[in-house]
């Protein structure tokens, strides 16, 4: 039997929450739809509560030994059988209209390769804990791919002969794999869109790997970061210093450098990456607006000078917000 959609849940060590992500995903608004749920070797019985949950739709799948996340991405994905693949989290929650929102904007936009959403951030408890801010212009969403990922991965969903044209899910990353597969998407210039839609809930606890693996994942989101940024630019020291010092927190050789040797740094890597001053001082405010260990009298001046050349001209609801946001952490 064929399927319009088929929805790939890999399964880890979520015993605590997947029944409500099992129980969210029963609900779907949608007809034609299957779920493959993959585990990869879970200790917690897991798996034994996804063969408890039998379903015509469901398709459970375990892996003989933990081969990792990007691994049981791809084997599920190759065993579908349909034209559209939509991602989840097992420790996620999904809203009811959110794979028909995307199938209906993918089915009435051929140029378009895949469609993502909001999402907001739950405790254990289910309990909203962060109303997340997401961005949904396309130029603003290419800028982002040379700091972090702009999408929620677990909102996706996507074409899967495009999928397969890429070439999947790279196998050398272990926990960025999402951002490294929309960079190839925006790379091969193959058009996305985040809709102004709440799709999922996506849940925070200590025993997720994104929590127990911080340190490597910003390893590997800086090669990912480093490599977008090579494809517009030539590397130099400078620039490897500075991404190294806004996605580490730290770097000797930035850090010791003068405030006005810092400023040009930036200035330098936005007039190369960027062709106009809305996206420099979009890039900016994406910067500055995370914690971390700038000067303040520094963000000031950069800011500042990048509304200026804007002409103060700033009508972008979401730069406004991170421009606030960003004089916010100066303050503070």
């Known amino acids: ?8 849940v890999p399964v880890f060590n979520t015993a605590n929450y997947l029944h409500r992500c099992i129980e969210s995903i029963k609900k779907i608004n949608f007809q034609s739809y299957q ?11 897991s798996y034994e509560i996804l063969k408890r949950n039998r379903n015509k739709r469901f398709k459970i799948l375990k892996n003989k030994k933990n081969y990792g996340q990007t691994y049981s991405l791809n084997k599920a994905i190759r065993l579908s ?4 693949i939509a991602i ?8 009811k209209n959110r794979i028909k929102y ?8 051929s140029k378009f390769a895949l469609v993502a959403g909001k999402s907001n951030t739950i405790n254990e408890n289910d309990q909203i804990i962060n109303f997340r801010r997401f961005t949904f212009k396309l130029n603003l969403i290419n800028c982002r791919i040379f700091l972090d990922n702009p999408i929620s991965h677990t909102t996706i969903m996507f074409r899967k002969k495009i999928f397969k044209r890429l070439g999947g ?8 794999q999402d951002f490294d597969l929309l960079s190839r998407f925006l790379k091969n210039n193959y058009k996305i869109k985040v809709l102004n839609k709440h799709f999922t809930l996506v849940r925070k606890h200590k025993k997720q790997q994104s929590f127990k693996n911080k340190e490597k994942q910003d390893k590997e989101r800086y090669e990912i970061v480093i490599r977008n940024i090579q494809r517009k630019t030539k590397l130099s020291k400078n620039i490897i210093s500075l991404m190294k010092f806004v996605i580490f927190k730290k770097n000797k050789y930035f850090q010791k450098l003068s405030f006005k040797k810092q400023a040009d740094i930036i200035d330098n890597i936005l007039k190369k990456l960027f062709s106009s001053n809305i996206e420099r001082l979009y890039y900016c405010t994406l910067i500055f607006s995370q914690n971390n260990n700038f000067n303040s009298i520094l ?5 500042l000078k990048y509304i200026k050349l804007n002409k103060f001209l700033i009508l972008d609801r979401e730069i406004l917000l991170r421009i606030l946001k960003s004089f916010l952490r100066i303050i503070i």
């Open 1 to 8: 039997m064929s399927f319009k959609v088929t929805i790939i």
């Open 35 to 45: 779920v493959i749920f993959i585990d990869n070797c879970s200790s917690d019985g």
């Open 81 to 84: 059988n349909s034209p559209f």
């Open 88 to 95: 989840m989290d097992s420790d996620d929650i999904c809203l």
């Open 102 to 109: 995307s199938y209906d904007f993918l089915s009435n936009n």
């Open 169 to 176: 899910y790279s196998q050398k990353y272990k926990y960025t």
């Open 299 to 303: 963000k000031f001046k950069i800011l």
